[in-house]
């Protein structure tokens, strides 16, 4: 993914004044805007090890009690039970909708392909609020607020385009000729994608799976709007309780889920790389 | 045995239109629809422009939108910015641990998540955590200050999200360009600033505008962040809306808000796309690759090498021999 760095044969002298100055501005900048970034996960994930309700930082005390609230409660556990429920099946029907898509662009001679990655696009750049809304309305209709099936079908929606990009560009590095090889010694099509294309893209589509889930196990704008009061996801349940105060549970919360999915995107990374 | 069996090069489309068909099926319930609710919901009551007049009735929901619309641009060009230097560092860093340092920077908020990345940011900023704490042991303070719910707080927030998210585009667009170019620049006597000005800007101009356009789109969605960092002193068109439908049951003024920002980014995307036109138009709309060289002027083919005779009598001047 990173390509081989510029490498001088020497350390560049830049000659120039104004060079330097860019340079040492340049390296200011990367090195205020990389902590930045890294600051805020730092001090969450420090804090949660605090044993007392405080929110002083740094802790005064250390401990799990965070750890232990959380687990203890069934209320969270429930919403992350709730979470998985919805974004496991999800993930699933968005990854063979995905490899569909990708199958049909790689490998099809279909006229309109544009309109598919028009349709993975769209969700993604549309505001989340509008979208919100105008879902609402639309489920509001179909009496389908709050709904596992309805919602589950979204999250199928929003999850393809993910799926979609990865599996495509899993297909783009196959070269076609490995099925047509197997459709000239008698294979029919079915086999040859079942056996070949397919074994050959596995890798990928399992990383594409784990990202989808990563991303739909996150989701917190639309599900405020069609999950309705019942269907209470851990991103919901994280979005009630910050709205009442700053819970300390969530540190703790915050924790796993970082180290959860980071765990999780580098496995699917590591996947995505091991096409032939 | 052999079994012969008739096949095609490829599937028609006939076959790749069925295998699409649950993506449209999709795409047609839960997005479809949802605008042409979104429209009718807008128009709910009496009527639409009926509707957009109350909207805006007291100045209070157009000065709200106003400042939506100019802090999203004002988080674009922060991100575009530090993402852009980020991307260009990790693209030419010469050091070995830098461009993996980068990354891990920019991943590690991702995993977060956008709600916790929000979360970690009132941590950060409440009156009682460690920002107010440290300013005061610098002596900036001499009492913890509501950092929380202002404008600039919502826009660090919003840049904070934005910015990894920036890096991806970006890096692609520094991506796809030799960067041998900047080498010949730079042996041919051009400073580095120089060599930004005449040979990357022009080359990933387009890349540039793309990607905030991408940037800008996303931001004037975020809903999540103007609520909670924002709260009731600094709101934006999308806390509006959400609290348009949820605490004060009006549907048509939630609608109305977010078709206003709908058409917000329709009319940013084409002017991105007017001005992606006019920057292709400069630069000669070729459909060259950016790291094709010219090798003449365009003046006609290489002159033919020089013939046996000619060559002796150079040697014969006293010339180099080919």
């Given at each position: 993914?990173?390509?081989?760095?510029?490498?001088?044969?020497?350390?560049?002298?830049?000659?120039?004044?104004?060079?330097?100055?860019?340079?040492?501005?340049?390296?200011?900048?990367?090195?205020?805007?990389?902590?930045?970034?890294?600051?805020?996960?730092?001090?969450?994930?420090?804090?949660?090890?605090?044993?007392?309700?405080?929110m002083t930082f740094p802790p005064r005390e250390w401990g799990l009690l965070q750890y232990r609230n959380f687990f203890g409660s069934s209320r969270w556990m429930e919403s992350v039970w709730t979470s998985i429920r919805l974004a496991l099946?999800?993930?699933?029907?968005?990854?063979?909708?995905?490899?569909?898509?990708?199958?049909?662009?790689?490998?099809?001679?279909?006229?309109?392909?544009?309109?598919?990655?028009?349709?993975?696009?769209?969700?993604?750049?549309?505001?989340?609020?509008?979208?919100?809304?105008?879902?609402?309305?639309?489920?509001?209709?179909?009496?389908?607020?709050?709904?596992?099936?309805?919602?589950?079908?979204?999250?199928?929606?929003?999850?393809?385009?993910?799926?979609?990009?990865?599996?495509?560009?899993?297909?783009?590095?196959?070269?076609?000729?490995?099925?047509?090889?197997?459709?000239?010694?008698?294979?029919?099509?079915?086999?040859?994608?079942?056996?070949?294309?397919?074994?050959?893209?596995?890798?990928?589509?399992?990383?594409?799976?784990?990202?989808?889930?990563?991303?739909?196990?996150?989701?917190?704008?639309?599900?405020?709007?069609?999950?309705?009061?019942?269907?209470?996801?851990l991103p919901k349940a994280i979005f009630d309780s910050m709205k009442a105060g700053v819970d300390p549970r969530i540190t703790a919360i915050a924790t796993i889920l970082m180290f959860g999915t980071g765990v999780l995107m580098l496995l699917s990374f590591q996947l995505r790389k091991k096409v032939r | 045995m052999l079994v012969l069996r008739k096949w095609r090069g490829r599937p028609g489309g006939v076959l790749g239109l069925l295998l699409a068909l649950p993506v449209l099926g999709l795409f047609l319930v839960f997005f479809l629809l949802p605008f042409i609710n979104l429209a009718r919901v807008g128009a709910r009551g009496d009527g639409f422009v009926a509707n957009l007049n109350s909207y805006f009735h007291s100045g209070v929901t157009l000065r709200i939108f106003w400042v939506t619309l100019r802090d999203c641009v004002l988080v674009t060009v922060l991100s575009i910015g530090g993402g852009a230097v980020l991307a260009w560092r990790m693209k030419t860093s010469s050091r070995r641990f830098e461009a993996p340092l980068i990354l891990a920077a920019v991943f590690i908020p991702l995993w977060m998540g956008g709600l916790l990345k929000i979360y970690s940011f009132i941590f950060l900023f409440q009156r009682t955590g460690p920002i107010n704490g440290a300013l005061m042991a610098l002596g900036v303070f001499s009492e913890p200050k509501h950092l929380l719910y202002s404008e600039s707080t919502i826009v660090l927030g919003?840049?904070?999200?934005?910015?990894?998210?920036?890096?991806?585009?970006?890096?692609?667009?520094?991506?796809?360009?030799?960067?041998?170019?900047?080498?010949?620049?730079?042996?041919?006597?051009?400073?580095?600033?120089?060599?930004?000005?005449?040979?990357?800007?022009?080359?990933?101009?387009?890349?540039?505008?793309?990607?905030?356009?991408?940037?800008?789109?996303?931001?004037?969605?975020?809903?999540?962040?103007?609520?909670?960092?924002?709260?009731?002193?600094?709101?934006?068109?999308?806390?509006?809306?959400?609290?348009?439908?949820?605490?004060?049951?009006?549907?048509?003024?939630?609608?109305?808000?977010?078709i206003l920002l709908v058409c917000a980014g329709l009319v940013i995307a084409l002017i991105a796309g007017t001005v992606v036109l006019l920057i292709r138009r400069s630069q000669g709309f070729g459909r060259e690759k950016s790291w094709m060289v010219r090798l003449d002027d365009g003046a006609g083919d290489d002159p033919a090498p020089p013939s046996a005779r000619d060559i002796d009598a150079r040697a014969e001047v006293g010339g180099v021999p080919q």
């Open positions: 993914m990173i390509e081989p760095a510029i490498s001088p044969p020497r350390p560049i002298r830049h000659p120039h004044l104004a060079d330097r100055a860019t340079r040492a501005l340049t390296f200011v900048v990367v090195a205020l805007l990389t902590l930045g970034l890294v600051v805020p996960a730092i001090v969450i994930v420090v804090a949660s090890f605090s044993g007392t309700q405080s099946p999800a993930s699933v029907g968005a990854i063979i909708v995905g490899s569909l898509c990708a199958y049909v662009v790689q490998r099809t001679n279909m006229r309109f392909k544009w309109i598919i990655y028009a349709v993975c696009i769209a969700p993604l750049v549309i505001p989340g609020v509008a979208y919100g809304v105008g879902l609402y309305e639309t489920f509001v209709r179909f009496h389908a607020v709050g709904s596992p099936v309805t919602v589950g079908l979204l999250y199928v929606l929003l999850g393809t385009p993910y799926t979609f990009i990865v599996v495509n560009t899993a297909l783009l590095g196959l070269p076609e000729s490995l099925e047509q090889v197997a459709m000239t010694m008698g294979a029919s099509r079915p086999r040859a994608v079942f056996e070949i294309t397919s074994r050959l893209a596995l890798p990928s589509a399992l990383g594409a799976f784990l990202l989808a889930f990563v991303i739909l196990f996150d989701e917190a704008v639309l599900i405020n709007f069609v999950g309705g009061s019942t269907f209470n996801t | 919003m840049t904070f999200q934005m910015l990894p998210l920036a890096v991806a585009p970006l890096y692609a667009v520094f991506s796809s360009f030799s960067p041998e170019l900047i080498t010949a620049a730079e042996g041919l006597g051009a400073s580095r600033i120089k060599t930004f000005r005449t040979v990357v800007a022009p080359l990933t101009s387009i890349g540039i505008v793309a990607s905030s356009l991408l940037v800008y789109l996303i931001s004037l969605g975020f809903f999540l962040t103007p609520v909670f960092l924002g709260g009731a002193n600094a709101p934006f068109t999308s806390s509006l809306i959400s609290s348009d439908l949820f605490d004060y049951f009006d549907p048509p003024s939630a609608g109305i808000g977010a």
